[in-house]
């Protein structure tokens, strides 16, 4: 493998994605659409979430015969109000299905085909009600007010379709096997596109049993061919957390927030992954101790650290078989390197990027508390290194409860604990002692 660089570096601010600084960039989102919403009708029941199916990924045929892509989302009309009466409590399920979603979406025509495209920052106020009773409806209710007011308030929204293609575009863009560019779907393209991928927010639903609430989010990726508008690959992905309706709501939406910003950066990989980036190699990944992270006794995969700078690290072994049984493709162990993330309760706090061994002292002071982190494989091959390709994040082994759902999506238990999207990732503890006058 040819010599690559380690480069890390910390995380400030709120949102979990730096952005870009490159004018291309910044030029590109200028043309993505903006909106505020319009509260839609309730409807009677909540669609089940997604089940678990088997993962079919975009093929390599398609992958190869997509040299020059172009990320867009489609352009949505502007709602400037916000209408309905979402000051009184309903009967029934909270819920958002067809007749709601519908009501927030303009239909706008891509190619030869219909898009249907939800209106950011989707639909969310209608689809938040309920006729619960005693201190259940009353949290119901400041729930779904707080949430209206924060939405329609907000000067910035990580849930809006302009952002999750800004993205897309960004996991994607760098990766030498295509040329990925960022549009308005209202732009001319060039005439040398080979593919365009739209992405999108799909659908939010809200389910309330008692005092617990769960939120669903969805987003869905279409790769149309430029030359027919043929669908060569579609893929719809979800992302789900539960708590109680005292947790989502208490300190000013904290926990809302800190939802809207892990699935926008969980939909946006998994979109990008599944369609251009994602490796399935067969492989095991596990978190292990090291001198300065030592195993927690009695807490699987915690690590616990008396220094702010420890050393992670973890194994990786490759299998000679795919899970069909067929012998898996030979890769060499130094065309391998590691990503490794570690976040906080809100945010990535500290990454760093093309690790060539399995271990990695952290290259700055973490405040001591506790954090959770994980590394995915990189994998270089062709010739030249020139076929980049990526691992998943390790992660715990599934429980029985579904920690996740095959690769449909990602199931949180507890989201006051940890986000769904770092629930499962190692946890490391840095523990500061008292020091000695």
Not at 398 to 421: C, F, W
């Amino acid at each position: 493998m040819a010599h690559r660089s380690v480069y890390s570096y910390a995380m400030h601010g709120s949102r979990i994605q730096a952005r870009s600084a490159l004018p291309l960039r910044l030029a590109a989102a200028a043309l993505l659409c903006s909106a505020t919403v319009v509260l839609a009708l309730p409807v009677d029941e909540l669609d089940p979430p997604l089940s678990p199916q088997a993962y079919e990924p975009m093929s390599d045929e398609v992958r190869e015969a997509i040299g020059n892509l172009v990320v867009a989302t489609t352009d949505a009309a502007t709602n400037e109000a916000i209408t309905g009466t979402y000051d009184e409590a309903q009967a029934g399920l909270v819920a958002g299905a067809d007749e709601g979603r519908n009501m927030g979406t303009v239909t706008t025509e891509v190619g030869p085909v219909n898009v249907r495209v939800p209106i950011p920052i989707l639909q969310l106020p209608g689809m938040v009600y309920g006729g619960l009773s005693g201190a259940a409806k009353k949290d119901m209710q400041e729930f779904r007010d707080a949430l209206v007011e924060d939405i329609a308030n907000a000067d910035s929204q990580p849930l809006e379709n302009g952002s999750l293609a800004l993205d897309v575009h960004r996991h994607i863009w760098g990766l030498p096997q295509v040329d990925a560019r960022l549009f308005a779907a209202t732009n001319d393209l060039p005439e040398e596109t080979d593919a365009v991928l739209y992405v999108g927010f799909e659908d939010f639903k809200m389910d309330v049993q008692k005092t617990q609430a769960t939120l669903i989010l969805t987003a869905k990726a279409v790769i149309q061919r430029h030359s027919d508008g043929m669908t060569l690959y579609s893929r719809v992905i979800e992302y789900q957390d539960t708590d109680t309706l005292k947790n989502w709501t208490a300190n000013d939406l904290a926990l809302w927030h800190d939802f809207g910003n892990f699935a926008a950066h969980y939909l946006a990989r998994e979109l990008a992954g599944e369609t251009f980036y994602r490796a399935l190699v067969p492989s095991s990944i596990e978190p292990r101790a090291s001198a300065s992270a030592k195993a927690d006794k009695k807490i699987e995969h915690r690590y616990v650290s008396k220094t702010q700078s420890p050393e992670l690290a973890w194994e990786h072994v490759l299998l000679d078989r795919n899970p069909d049984g067929t012998p898996a493709d030979p890769i060499d162990a130094g065309d391998i390197a590691y990503d490794l993330e570690i976040y906080d309760a809100h945010r990535l706090v500290y990454a760093s990027r093309q690790i060539p061994a399995q271990s990695h002292v952290v290259g700055i002071e973490l405040p001591c508390q506790t954090y959770r982190w994980s590394v995915r494989p990189t994998y270089y091959r062709g010739d030249s290194g020139d076929d980049v390709t990526y691992g998943d994040w390790m992660r715990r082994a599934p429980d029985e409860a579904g920690a996740l759902k095959g690769r449909n999506g990602l199931i949180g238990r507890n989201a006051s604990i940890a986000p769904a999207y770092t629930q499962d990732f190692a946890e490391l503890d840095i523990r500061c002692g008292k020091k000695k006058r």
